[in-house]
C-alpha cells in the first residue's frame, strides 16, 4: 500500500467513498464502517445480498467496544489467541444503532489483521468493511486490472498490490468457550485448539 496518493485513502473513506485495497488476505471492497451512506453503497456496488452482512476490520482489540460488544474474560483470552491473524470471528452485536451492519442478524465477523500498512490505515480511519473484490457469484479479483473490470468507477479509490493469490480470511464462532470453524480459509484453526 505504499503507492502514490494512498495518503488520500482515510480522507475518501472517512467521507463515504469505497476502495479496493489489498488487505492481508486478498484484495478487498472497504469502506467505512460509521457510514450507512458507504456500506449501502457498497452492496450495491457488488450486487450483494442484502441479509449478509460485511466482515469488519478493526485496528485494536479495544476497538470491538465501539460496538458495545462486552467480553467476558475467556473470550478475551481466546481472541488475543486468534489476533493479529487471518481469522474472522463472529461476535454478538445486539446493538439497534448497528441494524444497517448486522442486517437483522445480531452478530458480525471481525478480524483484527497482522499486515503493518492496514492495521496504520485502519487507525487513521476506523473499522472498515470489508469482502472480497469481486460481485457476488463472481472470481475475487487477483488483480487490480481485474477489479477495475469489475467495477470500473463505480469504486473511488484502487490500490495495487500485484497479483494476489491467496484464501479468504477463516471464519470461526466462539460459543461457550470453544471455537466453531464455519469456512475453512488462509489459517487453519486445529494448531490452536492443541
Known sequence: MNCKGTKKIPKILKHSGTSIIPTDTIYGVVASAWSKKAVERAYKT??????????????SIGDLALFKIKLDNATRKTLKELWPGKISIILPVTSKKFQYLHRGKKSMAFRLPKKKSLVNLL???????????????????????????YFGGKIDFYVSGGRIKSQPSTLVEIKNGKIH?????AVKISKFLI
Open 181 to 185: 470453524v464455519l469456512r475453512k480459509g
Open 123 to 149: 487507525k487513521k480511519t476506523g473499522p472498515l468493511i470489508s469482502t472480497s473484490a469481486n460481485p457476488e457469484g463472481k472470481k475475487s479479483a487477483e488483480t487490480i486490472a481485474e477489479a477495475r473490470k
Open 46 to 59: 457488488l450486487k450483494r445480498n442484502p441479509k449478509k452482512p460485511f466482515i469488519i476490520l478493526i485496528g
